[in-house]
């Protein structure tokens, strides 16, 4: 099967005022490397540790970013074959 698209992604982690969020871009991009379409947006993960760090990221809050890409990937996907 060809490869129409590929997504690629980029997450930051940002610990202020006491609490923890991770933001989030990802590009859909074609087989050349041009970005088609853009991704992005943040999740609040709670009250910040001392030092902000992966692991204090919950796992159901990626998931979370994981599946909210993917609903705005397939919506973009049916809007740019209409």
Known sequence: KNVT???KGYFSLLNEGGKLTVLYVFDVIDPAGNRLHRISGQESAGAAAA???WESVPSPLMEKIADRTMEEVAVWRAGSRA
């Open 5 to 7: 698209h590929i997504l």
């Open 51 to 53: 030092k902000a760090s």
